[in-house]
């Protein structure tokens, strides 16, 4: 259903066992960190579907979704600053989106900074549209605001 950029790169569900690598992860690609227990709550959570990428034991990515009724929302996506621009999120969320939608997901909506033209790259080769913004949504490590614009996807 969704075009894979890495298919020799294995995807895979992620489970409570990979919080500690995720709280890494995150906390070196965003300004505010989840904790460990956060996500382990998370990926504990029967509405919340999590995979990753990486040749083991290399943790290189992860996304995880929440879905509610037939709506999902992603809430986070990371890859691992050493191996970004190589498409290993192309490949992950084209992996994810498919779960998703096997999971009875009929949309897809996340929040995105509107700086990230990483994230906005990505999410633009799925298809996702910009359905909404929140000016001065994110407050920056530099005491500046960023606008948040939500972005959605039907699969
Ligand atoms: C966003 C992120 C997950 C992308 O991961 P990645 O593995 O580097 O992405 P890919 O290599 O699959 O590339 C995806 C798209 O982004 C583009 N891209 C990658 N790095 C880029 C950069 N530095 N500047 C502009 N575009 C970039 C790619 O060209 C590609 O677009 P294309 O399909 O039109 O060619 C990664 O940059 C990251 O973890 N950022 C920090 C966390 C974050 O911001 N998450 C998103 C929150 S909403």
């Keep these: ?35 460990a227990s956060e996500f382990e709550k998370l990926l504990t959570s029967s509405s919340v579907v999590a995979d990753c990428i990486g040749d083991a034991p290399r943790f290189q990515g992860f996304v995880l979704s929440r879905i509610a009724a037939d709506e999902a929302e992603i809430l986070t996506v990371a890859v691992d600053s050493a191996a970004r621009g190589q498409g290993l999120a192309t490949t992950l969320l084209g992996r994810h989106l498919a779960n998703l939608a096997r999971k009875g997901a009929a949309s897809v909506l996340l929040e995105v900074d509107d700086a990230n033209r990483p994230a906005l790259a990505l999410y633009r080769r799925f298809g996702f549209r910009q359905v909404g913004r929140r000016p001065a949504y994110y407050a920056k490590a530099d005491g500046s605001k960023g606008n948040a614009l939500i972005l959605k996807l039907e699969l």
């Design 1 to 35: 259903m969704f075009a894979s950029a890495n298919p020799g790169k294995p995807c895979r569900p992620l489970g409570a066992a990979g919080a500690g690598r995720c709280a890494m992860l995150h906390a070196s690609s965003f300004a505010r960190g989840w904790s």
